[in-house]
Protein backbone atom coordinates (compact mmCIF):
# COMPACT_ATOMS: atom_id res chain seq x y z
CA UNK A 1 0.00 0.00 0.00
CA UNK A 2 1.92 2.91 -1.90
CA UNK A 3 -0.11 5.54 -0.49
CA UNK A 4 -3.53 5.65 1.02
CA UNK A 5 -6.79 8.53 0.86
CA UNK A 6 -9.98 9.44 1.25
CA UNK A 7 -12.00 10.13 -1.30
CA UNK A 8 -13.98 13.09 0.20
CA UNK A 9 -17.10 15.44 -1.00
CA UNK A 10 -16.53 18.04 1.27
CA UNK A 11 -16.45 20.55 -2.21
CA UNK A 12 -19.95 19.66 -2.47
CA UNK A 13 -20.81 19.70 1.24
CA UNK A 14 -19.57 23.31 1.24
CA UNK A 15 -21.33 24.51 -1.09
CA UNK A 16 -24.86 22.65 0.19
CA UNK A 17 -24.08 24.13 3.56
CA UNK A 18 -24.05 27.63 1.89
CA UNK A 19 -27.00 27.46 -0.13
CA UNK A 20 -29.54 25.32 1.68
CA UNK A 21 -32.39 26.42 -0.68
CA UNK A 22 -30.71 24.77 -3.31
CA UNK A 23 -32.46 21.63 -3.54
CA UNK A 24 -30.15 20.13 -6.58
CA UNK A 25 -26.85 20.55 -4.59
CA UNK A 26 -29.00 19.19 -1.23
CA UNK A 27 -29.29 16.16 -3.44
CA UNK A 28 -26.06 16.23 -5.01
CA UNK A 29 -24.34 16.30 -1.56
CA UNK A 30 -26.39 13.70 -0.18
CA UNK A 31 -25.62 11.44 -2.64
CA UNK A 32 -22.06 12.10 -2.68
CA UNK A 33 -21.82 11.63 1.41
CA UNK A 34 -24.16 8.19 1.56
CA UNK A 35 -21.41 5.67 0.19
CA UNK A 36 -18.90 6.91 2.23
CA UNK A 37 -20.96 6.19 5.38
CA UNK A 38 -21.47 3.44 3.63
CA UNK A 39 -17.90 2.68 3.86
CA UNK A 40 -17.49 3.60 7.43
CA UNK A 41 -20.44 1.85 8.48
CA UNK A 42 -18.40 -1.08 7.16
CA UNK A 43 -15.29 -0.42 8.47
CA UNK A 44 -17.23 -0.18 11.84
CA UNK A 45 -18.83 -3.19 11.91
CA UNK A 46 -15.45 -5.16 11.01
CA UNK A 47 -13.79 -3.54 13.96
CA UNK A 48 -16.49 -4.88 16.03
CA UNK A 49 -16.06 -8.48 14.44
CA UNK A 50 -12.19 -7.89 15.00
CA UNK A 51 -12.79 -7.35 18.42
CA UNK A 52 -14.06 -11.08 18.89
CA UNK A 53 -11.51 -12.89 16.37
CA UNK A 54 -10.57 -16.29 18.00
CA UNK A 55 -7.05 -16.06 15.83
CA UNK A 56 -5.46 -13.98 19.48
CA UNK A 57 -6.72 -17.06 21.62
CA UNK A 58 -5.62 -19.19 18.70
CA UNK A 59 -1.95 -17.83 18.12
CA UNK A 60 -1.41 -16.90 21.52
CA UNK A 61 -1.91 -20.59 23.54
CA UNK A 62 0.04 -21.95 20.39
CA UNK A 63 3.02 -19.34 21.08
CA UNK A 64 5.64 -21.85 22.16
CA UNK A 65 4.37 -24.10 19.42
CA UNK A 66 4.59 -21.56 16.79
CA UNK A 67 8.21 -20.36 17.51
CA UNK A 68 9.96 -23.79 18.30
CA UNK A 69 8.47 -26.27 16.31
CA UNK A 70 7.61 -23.98 13.45
CA UNK A 71 4.11 -26.22 12.10
CA UNK A 72 2.60 -24.63 9.22
CA UNK A 73 -0.52 -24.13 10.51
CA UNK A 74 0.50 -22.26 13.23
CA UNK A 75 3.05 -20.52 11.05
CA UNK A 76 -0.70 -19.91 9.21
CA UNK A 77 -2.10 -17.95 11.80
CA UNK A 78 0.47 -16.41 12.59
CA UNK A 79 0.72 -14.54 9.37
CA UNK A 80 -3.13 -14.30 9.50
CA UNK A 81 -2.54 -11.84 13.24
CA UNK A 82 0.18 -10.13 11.39
CA UNK A 83 -2.43 -9.24 8.37
CA UNK A 84 -4.35 -8.15 11.06
CA UNK A 85 -1.92 -6.13 12.80
CA UNK A 86 -0.91 -4.87 8.87
CA UNK A 87 -4.46 -3.84 8.18
CA UNK A 88 -5.39 -1.98 11.72
CA UNK A 89 -2.13 0.52 11.08
CA UNK A 90 -2.23 1.16 7.67
CA UNK A 91 -6.30 1.91 8.50
CA UNK A 92 -5.37 4.08 11.61
CA UNK A 93 -3.01 5.89 9.48
CA UNK A 94 -5.25 6.79 7.00
CA UNK A 95 -7.95 7.96 9.28
CA UNK A 96 -5.43 10.12 11.59
CA UNK A 97 -4.08 11.66 7.92
CA UNK A 98 -7.25 12.56 6.61
CA UNK A 99 -10.03 14.77 8.71
CA UNK A 100 -12.41 14.61 5.95
CA UNK A 101 -13.27 11.14 7.07
CA UNK A 102 -14.88 12.99 10.58
CA UNK A 103 -16.50 15.75 8.18
CA UNK A 104 -18.58 13.56 6.22
CA UNK A 105 -19.87 11.64 8.96
CA UNK A 106 -20.69 14.92 10.68
CA UNK A 107 -22.29 16.31 7.90
CA UNK A 108 -24.51 13.04 7.34
CA UNK A 109 -25.20 12.68 10.88
CA UNK A 110 -26.88 16.81 10.27
CA UNK A 111 -28.12 16.30 7.08
CA UNK A 112 -30.30 12.84 8.44
CA UNK A 113 -31.17 14.82 11.48
CA UNK A 114 -32.70 17.55 9.52
CA UNK A 115 -34.54 14.86 7.07
CA UNK A 116 -36.05 13.65 9.87
CA UNK A 117 -37.25 16.09 11.30
CA UNK A 118 -38.58 17.27 7.89
CA UNK A 119 -40.32 14.01 7.50
CA UNK A 120 -37.89 13.45 4.43
CA UNK A 121 -37.28 9.79 4.04
CA UNK A 122 -33.84 8.87 4.06
CA UNK A 123 -34.02 5.41 1.87
CA UNK A 124 -30.89 3.25 1.15
CA UNK A 125 -29.11 0.21 3.22
CA UNK A 126 -26.13 2.64 4.23
CA UNK A 127 -28.79 4.69 6.37
CA UNK A 128 -27.58 4.73 10.30
CA UNK A 129 -29.58 4.40 12.94
CA UNK A 130 -28.36 6.63 15.82
CA UNK A 131 -27.92 3.96 17.63
CA UNK A 132 -25.18 3.11 15.76
CA UNK A 133 -24.35 6.70 14.70
CA UNK A 134 -23.92 7.52 18.34
CA UNK A 135 -21.20 3.94 18.56
CA UNK A 136 -19.60 5.00 15.16
CA UNK A 137 -19.10 8.90 16.26
CA UNK A 138 -17.43 7.00 19.72
CA UNK A 139 -15.24 4.89 17.48
CA UNK A 140 -13.92 7.24 14.80
CA UNK A 141 -13.44 9.84 17.68
CA UNK A 142 -10.35 7.85 18.74
CA UNK A 143 -7.30 8.58 17.75
CA UNK A 144 -6.19 5.15 16.48
CA UNK A 145 -9.72 3.58 16.36
CA UNK A 146 -8.88 0.26 15.29
CA UNK A 147 -5.52 -0.17 17.44
CA UNK A 148 -7.80 0.39 20.79
CA UNK A 149 -10.39 -2.27 19.65
CA UNK A 150 -6.87 -4.82 19.01
CA UNK A 151 -5.95 -3.52 22.50
CA UNK A 152 -9.22 -3.90 24.48
CA UNK A 153 -9.87 -7.21 22.69
CA UNK A 154 -6.27 -8.22 24.03
CA UNK A 155 -6.81 -7.10 27.64
CA UNK A 156 -10.57 -8.49 27.48
CA UNK A 157 -9.00 -11.86 26.11
CA UNK A 158 -6.69 -11.73 28.72
CA UNK A 159 -8.92 -10.69 32.12
CA UNK A 160 -11.08 -13.34 30.59
CA UNK A 161 -8.44 -16.75 30.43
CA UNK A 162 -7.06 -16.66 33.65
CA UNK A 163 -5.46 -19.94 33.16
CA UNK A 164 -3.85 -18.94 30.37
CA UNK A 165 -0.47 -17.83 31.49
CA UNK A 166 -0.15 -13.94 30.75
CA UNK A 167 3.01 -15.21 29.42
CA UNK A 168 1.91 -16.56 26.34
CA UNK A 169 0.34 -13.34 24.79
CA UNK A 170 3.27 -10.91 26.03
CA UNK A 171 5.56 -13.54 24.56
CA UNK A 172 3.73 -13.87 21.14
CA UNK A 173 3.25 -9.88 21.08
CA UNK A 174 7.41 -9.68 22.05
CA UNK A 175 8.01 -11.91 19.38
CA UNK A 176 6.27 -10.76 16.85
CA UNK A 177 7.53 -7.18 16.95
CA UNK A 178 10.90 -9.03 16.86
CA UNK A 179 10.48 -10.49 13.75
CA UNK A 180 9.16 -7.92 12.22
CA UNK A 181 12.24 -5.81 13.52
CA UNK A 182 14.32 -8.20 11.74
CA UNK A 183 12.68 -8.32 8.29
CA UNK A 184 12.64 -4.73 8.60
CA UNK A 185 16.39 -4.32 8.88
CA UNK A 186 17.22 -7.58 6.16
CA UNK A 187 17.83 -5.52 2.74
CA UNK A 188 16.12 -8.86 1.43
CA UNK A 189 12.59 -8.72 3.12
CA UNK A 190 12.60 -5.16 2.98
CA UNK A 191 13.22 -4.98 -0.84
CA UNK A 192 10.52 -7.47 -1.50
CA UNK A 193 7.97 -5.84 0.67
CA UNK A 194 8.41 -2.52 -1.02
CA UNK A 195 8.17 -4.42 -4.54
CA UNK A 196 4.88 -6.20 -3.22
CA UNK A 197 3.00 -2.33 -2.15
CA UNK A 198 4.55 -0.37 -5.71
CA UNK A 199 3.05 -3.87 -7.81
CA UNK A 200 0.57 -1.88 -8.31
CA UNK A 201 1.52 0.26 -10.93
CA UNK A 202 2.12 3.38 -8.52
CA UNK A 203 -1.69 3.72 -8.37
CA UNK A 204 -3.29 5.09 -5.13
CA UNK A 205 -4.80 3.02 -2.69
CA UNK A 206 -8.58 4.33 -1.83
CA UNK A 207 -10.86 3.38 0.80
Known sequence: MQKAS???CNHTEE???QH???EKLQEKAWGAVVPLVGKLKKFYEFSQRLGKLKVLLIVTSLVKKMFI???KREQALAKQFAEILHFTLRFDELKM???AIQ???SYYRRTLSRMRINNVPAEGENEVNNELANRMSLFYAEATPMLKTLSDATTKFVSENKNLPIENTTDCLSTMASVCRVML???EYRSRFTNEET???GRHNTL
Open 6 to 8: WRT
Open 15 to 17: LAI
Open 20 to 22: PAD
Open 69 to 71: HSR
Open 97 to 99: TNP
Open 103 to 105: NDF
Open 185 to 187: ETP
Open 199 to 201: GNG
